[in-house]
């Protein structure tokens, strides 16, 4: 299963406020031609799901989240400021 650590919870719920994201939508992972994207979506319904607060913050639909399972979600700095990235899984 993915891992989501705090640090990329916390960019993930300030980027959509930021972009005051609707009501009822999450960054979305998706696969599609054999590459995992991004955007701002209602999660599927068979997406798996991270809520914080009771409020869904990141949907991954299946595709995505089975090239993901063993992998964590984490920020990096990349000199311009924090952004997500896919490490391999982090040992607890």
């Known amino acids: 299963m993915l891992t989501v650590t ?17 009501e009822h939508t999450a ?9 995992i994207n991004m955007g701002i979506a209602e999660p599927g319904p068979k997406d798996q799901t991270f809520e914080k607060d009771g409020n869904t913050f990141l949907a991954v639909d299946p ?5 993901l ?4 979600l984490c920020c990096q700095d990349t000199g311009d400021g924090a952004s997500l990235a896919i490490a391999p899984a982090q040992n607890p």
């Open 63 to 67: 595709e995505a989240a089975a090239a």
């Open 27 to 35: 960054l979305r992972l998706f696969a599609e031609e054999g590459k």
């Open 69 to 72: 399972s063993d992998k964590t």
């Open 6 to 22: 705090p640090e990329a919870e916390t960019w993930i719920t300030s980027q959509l406020s930021d972009v005051k994201a609707p």
